[in-house]
């Protein structure tokens, strides 16, 4: 016969089971209004909103890190979605959780986290326009007995941003050009803002820069720096692009007419990135202008721009090519 004490007992117990079913939220916040893609962040935040403490695994692919992998769902008004141009990573959650990489988040907590989209993604091809985000919802927790588990998060707040861009203008260049160019100019923007940064954080010789501008002095290394600093600053979406010239060159400018750079044939033979790039090219010109530093010319090519790295640090601090092969950085160096 099933007794009252018993009723009770099977209801405390039933009671603790559903109050120990793991629950997370999240919600996504930004400006409503973002002037060009640089300045793209989302912000991701995830709360324990059930009431046992939760030991997250702070996974690479989820939103609980900055790593740019492909966590976000995004689309315009009219279904075009950007290019992921991110990483991707292997992890194993079981290997992870026996080294303790995770994040312990008691009930009622929450985690914040930036997220720079213009990592990850390339808008070129989708432009200026009204952009819906979601995020990847899935969490993996450690379990009292250290297996693993899954936590679906309800996303409470979903983002809805007005992505600004200025437009850049193109003289004698067909749909497909113009589609290269900013795809071109999008690799640009990130070997820019990667070739300052990591200037900046290097107090000594490294191979990378010695490779493309010798033998380290604080004063030389500080001459690049404020180069890649200015064409970090340069917008290049809203630069003139020329394709009217026919020649076998790859582009030039006048240095002293800035915002302004002729391609020609050679570019559109050139990979968007790597070696002799699109997007190097880009950085090779832009380093000529005056009001970036104003470099010259002084060895064209990979193998002349190592030779006069030895054998004349000055002016490869000085030279465009050096500029792009450090920037494009392939092979890599660190």
């Given at each position: 016969m099933?007794s009252?004490k018993?009723?009770l007992v099977?209801?405390?117990l039933t009671a603790?089971?559903?109050?120990?079913?793991?629950?997370?939220s999240l919600?996504?916040?930004?400006?409503?209004?973002?002037?060009?893609?640089?300045?793209l962040?989302v912000?991701?935040t995830i709360?324990?909103t059930g009431?046992?403490?939760?030991k997250l695994?702070?996974?690479?692919?989820?939103?609980l890190?900055?790593?740019?992998?492909?966590?976000?769902?995004?689309?315009?008004a009219?279904?075009?979605?950007?290019?992921?141009?991110?990483?991707?990573?292997?992890?194993?959650?079981?290997?992870a959780?026996k080294q303790?990489?995770?994040t312990v988040?008691?009930?009622?907590?929450?985690?914040?986290?930036?997220?720079?989209l213009?990592?990850?993604?390339?808008f070129?091809a989708?432009?200026?326009g009204?952009?819906?985000f979601?995020?990847d919802?899935?969490?993996?927790?450690?379990?009292?007995?250290?297996s693993?588990?899954?936590?679906?998060?309800?996303?409470?707040?979903?983002?809805t941003?007005?992505?600004?861009?200025?437009?850049?203008?193109?003289?004698?260049?067909?749909?497909a050009?113009q589609t290269?160019v900013?795809?071109?100019?999008?690799?640009?923007?990130?070997?820019a803002?990667s070739?300052?940064?990591?200037?900046?954080?290097?107090?000594?010789?490294?191979?990378r820069?010695?490779?493309w501008?010798?033998t380290?002095?604080a004063?030389?290394?500080?001459?690049v720096q404020?180069?890649?600093?200015?064409?970090?600053n340069?917008?290049?979406?809203?630069f003139?692009?020329?394709?009217?010239?026919?020649?076998?060159?790859y582009a030039y400018?006048?240095?002293?007419t800035?915002?302004?750079i002729?391609f020609?044939?050679?570019?559109?033979?050139?990979?968007?990135?790597?070696?002799?790039?699109?997007?190097?090219t880009?950085?090779?010109?832009?380093?000529?202008?005056?009001?970036n530093g104003?470099?010259?010319?002084?060895?064209?090519?990979?193998t002349?721009?190592?030779n006069?790295?030895?054998?004349?640090p000055a002016l490869a601090v000085m030279n465009?090519?050096?500029?792009?092969y450090?920037a494009?950085n392939?092979p890599?160096?660190?």
């Open positions: 099933f009252v018993s009723l099977s209801l405390v603790v089971s559903v109050s120990a079913t793991p629950a997370l919600s996504l916040s930004g400006g409503s209004t973002v002037k060009g893609v640089e300045h962040t912000k991701a709360t324990n009431d046992e403490t939760l695994l702070s996974d690479p692919r989820s939103l890190s900055k790593r740019p992998v492909n966590k976000f769902r995004i689309a315009d009219n279904g075009a979605r950007p290019t992921f141009t991110g990483v991707k990573v292997k992890y194993s959650p079981e290997a959780a303790g990489a995770y988040l008691a009930p009622g907590a929450s985690i914040e986290v930036d997220h720079d213009s990592q990850g993604y390339n070129s989708c432009g200026a009204s952009f819906d979601e995020g919802s899935t969490f993996y927790i450690v379990k009292d007995d250290n693993i588990g899954v936590v679906h998060a309800e996303e409470t707040s979903a983002y941003a007005q992505l600004l861009s200025k437009r850049a203008t193109f003289i004698g260049c067909s749909a050009r290269a900013n795809s071109a100019v999008a690799a640009a923007e990130t070997y803002s070739s300052y940064n990591y200037l900046v954080s290097i107090s000594a010789t490294t191979n820069y010695s490779t501008f010798g380290y002095t004063a030389r290394k500080s001459t404020s180069h890649f600093n200015l064409i970090n340069n917008d290049f979406s809203s003139t692009y020329d394709c009217t010239c026919t020649d076998s060159a400018v006048y240095p002293d800035f915002g302004r002729y020609c044939n050679a570019f559109w033979n050139a990979p968007t990135t790597g070696t002799d790039s699109k997007a190097g880009i950085i090779h010109e832009a380093s000529h202008y005056t009001r104003g470099t010259d010319d002084h060895a064209y090519g990979q002349a721009a190592q006069l790295a030895r054998s004349n465009a090519d050096s500029h792009e450090f494009e392939t890599a160096r660190t």
